[in-house]
């Protein structure tokens, strides 16, 4: 079974630049999170969504950033305008009602911004 | 907020130790589960617990929920290089959300040949 999928792997883009980061949940799923990853601050959750619905965005830094789950089998994390500052590890993991509380992550994506 | 004290931030140890880490919560937690992340890859859940008290092995790997459900502590036995990464621990409160854990900030670990 093909585990969560996040693209790109790798992100390069300039101060300024929009950047769309990708997830597809493992099927069957059905609460999304997603996450930030930095030395400094760790692992932080960003946002996370229950049946395609966002449940809470408090972690979302600022209007900067926003997310969406169109469907069960797709989110998008949007960041528009990208900073510098942004540049981190975005995963995302995912939950399903068999084992509600093992979350499973996607391999991620490194976001340098310049 | 929650807050998840993870113990020790880093180890350096030699190949064929045991090495143990703990979490520790100021509540109480319905769930703890023990993630490895490799250089570059995204956390890999390792082992979940779900009742106080509960010892669960996995391997090489032992972890424990405590039974004040407040803390859980993870063991690696006889630790090879390949152990070398970060441990998370993650909890799950009562009345929390489906899969809405907190993390610990992780301890690196080192493995000398």
């Known amino acids: 079974d093909a585990g969560v999928i996040q693209s790109p792997r790798h992100e390069v883009t300039e101060m300024g630049q929009e950047v769309t980061l990708r997830c597809k949940p493992i099927?069957?799923?059905?609460?999304l999170f997603w996450y930030r990853q930095t030395m400094m601050r760790g692992l932080e959750l960003l946002i996370y969504?229950?049946?395609?619905?966002?449940?809470?965005d408090s972690g979302m830094p600022e209007d900067r950033f926003s997310a969406k789950m169109p469907n069960a089998s797709f989110s998008t994390l949007k960041i528009q305008p990208s900073e510098p500052r942004d540049s981190a590890v975005y995963f995302c993991a995912t939950t399903g009602l068999a084992a509600y509380n093992e979350q499973f992550f996607g391999p991620g994506t490194r976001l340098t911004v310049l | 907020g929650q807050q998840l004290n993870q113990s020790p931030q880093s180890m350096f140890i030699q190949e064929g130790e045991d090495v143990s880490m703990n979490c520790t919560s100021s509540s109480i937690f319905n769930t703890w589960l023990w993630y490895k992340q490799d250089p570059g890859e995204g956390p890999v859940l390792l082992i979940a617990?779900?009742?106080?008290?509960e010892l669960t092995s996995n391997g090489r790997l032992t972890a424990q929920f405590g039974i004040t459900r407040k803390d859980s502590f993870l063991n690696i036995s006889a630790s090879i290089p390949s152990d070398v990464g970060i441990y998370f621990c993650a909890g799950h409160h009562y009345g929390g959300s489906q899969g809405n854990l907190i993390f610990g900030k992780g301890t690196k670990l080192s493995v000398k040949p």
């Open positions: 969504f229950n049946n395609n619905v966002p449940i809470d």
């Open positions: 099927s069957g799923h059905n609460s």
């Open positions: 617990l779900y009742k106080a008290g």
